[in-house]
């Protein structure tokens, strides 16, 4: 089974804090990928990359950024972070470049900014 | 941009009962069009897909039906139990091949 791991399960972080969200994947997935789910709304793609050192906005990239500097880890940054980032982040990965097999997601972070 | 609008936000049922979830999308190109659960504190996962060539999928008591003409698929599950009572959620192949997922239903089940 693929593993993927988001090192956090709870934050409670702090209005204008730089945030890091890691994730980490064991099956030398190319794709990574980051949404975010809030109530009502759905998940939403914030990030996704098809390889190091590659990365690609998705439909909400405003106030994060992302790095991957190695095949396995995908980290998700809030550079300043505010109370309307406020969410479940969930981290998913797969196999195929260029086609959108099943996702596996990681279990989320739950993120609280005050 | 791919649009996934899903219907309805909130179904109850009687166990036993059939369950019916229905997803359009606006991206003709589209080909590829999975469906996951989400229970309760859960990661979403996988439980049926289907790809543009097929226009029906079963597994067990779920099937997935695609009408690439109107642009719509449905999520079916008969004979529901209490265990299904998640939130589910539709998506379809966007740009660059990732998934836009639609709001999502929540589904419960009373015994």
């Known amino acids: 089974d693929v593993k993927v791991t988001q090192s956090s399960r709870y934050l409670v972080k702090r209005t204008g804090e730089k945030v890091f969200l890691e994730c980490v994947q064991d099956?030398?997935?190319?794709?990574m990928f980051w949404y975010r789910q809030d109530p009502g709304l759905g998940l939403r793609l914030i990030y996704f990359?098809?390889?190091?050192?590659?990365?690609e906005k998705g439909d909400i990239p405003e106030g994060y950024s992302v790095s991957r500097e190695k095949k396995e880890r995908f980290s998700l940054i809030l550079e300043s972070a505010s109370t309307n980032q406020t969410s479940m982040y969930l981290c998913?990965?797969?196999?195929?470049?260029?086609?959108?097999?099943?996702?596996?997601f990681g279990s989320g972070t739950r993120l609280t900014v005050v | 941009g791919e649009n996934v609008e899903q219907h309805p936000s909130t179904l109850s049922v009687q166990e036993g009962d059939s369950a019916v979830i229905k997803c359009t999308y606006s991206?003709?190109?589209?080909?590829?069009f999975p469906w996951y659960k989400q229970e309760l504190g859960k990661r979403p996962q996988l439980i049926i897909d289907?790809?543009?060539?097929?226009g029906e999928k079963k597994d067990q008591r779920i099937a997935v039906t695609l009408n690439k003409t109107a642009k719509h698929f449905s999520l079916h599950i008969t004979e529901t139990q209490p265990e299904d009572s998640a939130v589910y959620f539709c998506?379809?192949?966007?740009?660059?091949?990732?998934?836009?997922f639609g709001k999502g239903t929540m589904l419960l089940v009373s015994p």
């Open positions: 998913a990965s797969s196999l195929i470049p260029d086609r959108a097999y099943g996702y596996t």
């Open positions: 099956m030398d997935h190319e794709n």
């Open positions: 990359s098809y390889d190091v050192k590659m990365k």
């Open positions: 991206d003709s190109a589209s080909n590829y």
């Open positions: 289907i790809r543009s060539n097929v």
């Open positions: 998506a379809a192949v966007g740009g660059y091949s990732t998934l836009t």
